[in-house]
C-alpha cells in the first residue's frame, strides 16, 4: 500500500532574553526582531520529525514538505501542522 506524503509546519517560539529592554521585548514579540540562536531550524525540525515517528505517521521518511519558523512570544511553546499530501 502507497504511504501518503507529509507536509510539516513548525513554528518554535522562544522567550525573549531578560536582558531585553521593554521596547527590544516589544519588537521580538511583534516579529520584529527574530531569534538568532540555538537551536537552529535544522535540529529543531530534526527533533520534531524524529519524536512523531509512529504516533502521527509510521516513519518520517514520509515529510515531503517542511517548514520551521523561530519566533519569539512570552511563553516559549511549538506549533506543529501536519497534513498528508498526494
Known amino acids: 500500500m502507497r504511504r501518503p506524503g507529509i507536509e510539516m509546519r513548525i ?14 521585548r ?6 520584529l526582531i527574530h531569534p538568532i540562536k540555538k537551536p537552529d531550524a535544522d535540529n ?3 527533533i520534531i520529525a524524529d519524536s ?24 516559549p511553546y511549538v506549533y506543529v501542522q501536519i497534513r498528508s499530501i498526494g
Do not use: W
Request: proline share 4%; aromatic share 10%; glycine share 2%.
Open 44 to 46: 529543531i525540525a530534526k
Open 11 to 24: 513554528m518554535a517560539f522562544f522567550e525573549p532574553p531578560k536582558s531585553a529592554s521593554k521596547v527590544k
Open 26 to 31: 516589544v519588537q521580538m514579540i511583534y516579529g
Open 52 to 75: 512523531l515517528n509512529h504516533l502521527a505517521y509510521r516513519d518520517d521518511s514520509q515529510i515531503v514538505e517542511m517548514a520551521v519558523q523561530k519566533r519569539y512570544a512570552e511563553t
